[in-house]
């Protein structure tokens, strides 16, 4: 998942889910405990409020 992150900044989860073959529940753990360390963080899209992007 990092590796996807690495390439293109701003993913959607819906996006990472792609990329990664990840269930989303399994994706959400997953950026909590990268967010919880500050590795990346979650942006709310400006566009459109419902998305959230890593």
Known sequence: ???SLA???GLTM??????????GATLTRIVD???STAAVYR???SVD???VRV
């Open 14 to 23: 819906a996006d990472l889910i792609v990329r990664t073959a990840a269930n």
């Open 49 to 51: 409020r419902r998305k």
């Open 7 to 9: 390439r293109e900044r």
């Open 1 to 3: 998942m990092l590796e």
């Open 33 to 35: 405990r990268l967010v």
């Open 43 to 45: 942006e709310v899209d």
